[in-house]
């Protein structure tokens, strides 16, 4: 496969993930951003377009110093995405989304900043893993990125406070697996709000770690 045919494939599957996004109600409006790593750089959608209105063709591509080579004008929270390709070593894709019931977690105070969602299923160790609650900054602060950048080697996934969630993984149908996981979890965890929940034990942990790699 030629370095441009896998571009084209990548800018398709961009579209398809917006589309599939806005469908099930995961990007309101003109949020959320998506991006994939290629050989030469990567992918990012542009500013002020819609998740369920992408243009392949006018999706940005960006090098590895941030300069665009094509496409739009790319989103300013590319900071986010940026600081996972930079300090989470096989990060292939990096999907962030003001997705409803992750958002309403995101605003609720006395949340653990450590792993802000508890493990409750084992879908969620195995996809999205302990969930980092960052603090709140104003969207585009390149300050954002940093505080990404300091949790980027140990987790896959953050929350920011007040804003939503970023996933990376290696491919962009991880990466939106796991997103979808990680909004189900936080609806599911606004359920059980004031109910006794039973979290998975470490004892039920471990072979999930040991039969599905996963990290926890």
């Known amino acids: 496969m030629t370095m441009r045919?896998?571009?084209?494939?990548l800018r398709e599957e961009l579209v398809a993930a917006g589309r599939a996004f806005r469908g099930l109600g995961l990007?309101?409006?003109?949020?959320?951003?998506?991006?994939?790593?290629?050989e030469d750089g990567w992918l990012m959608t542009p500013t002020n377009v819609g998740l369920g209105d992408l243009v392949a063709e006018r999706i940005s591509k960006l090098d590895w110093e941030g300069n665009l080579l094509s496409?739009?004008?790319?989103t300013k929270e590319a900071v986010l995405h940026r600081a996972f390709y930079e300090n989470r070593p096989g990060t292939g894709a990096v999907v962030h989304l003001h997705a409803p019931h992750a958002v309403a977690l995101s605003c609720l105070d006395?949340?653990?900043?450590?792993?802000?969602?508890?493990?409750?299923?084992?879908?969620?160790?195995m996809?999205?893993?302990?969930?980092?609650l960052l603090p709140y900054f104003r969207p585009g602060d390149p300050a954002m990125g940093e505080a990404v950048a300091g949790?980027?080697?140990?987790?896959?996934?953050?929350?920011?406070?007040n804003h939503g969630p970023v996933v990376s993984a290696?491919?962009?149908?991880?990466?939106c697996a796991a997103m979808e996981e990680l909004e189900e979890t936080a609806r599911?965890?606004?359920?059980?709000?004031?109910?006794?929940?039973?979290t998975l034990s470490e004892a039920e942990i471990q072979p999930l770690r040991e039969t599905f790699g996963a990290v926890w």
């Open 27 to 38: 990007a309101p409006g003109t949020s959320g951003n998506l991006s994939a790593r290629l």
């Open 71 to 74: 496409g739009d004008k790319p």
């Open 5 to 9: 045919s896998a571009e084209t494939r």
């Open 127 to 132: 996809r999205v893993g302990r969930l980092p």
């Open 110 to 125: 006395g949340l653990d900043a450590d792993s802000c969602m508890a493990p409750i299923t084992p879908y969620f160790v």
């Open 170 to 175: 290696a491919s962009l149908g991880l990466a």
């Open 188 to 198: 599911l965890s606004l359920l059980l709000q004031g109910r006794p929940v039973r």
């Open 151 to 161: 949790v980027a080697p140990q987790r896959a996934c953050v929350l920011l406070a």
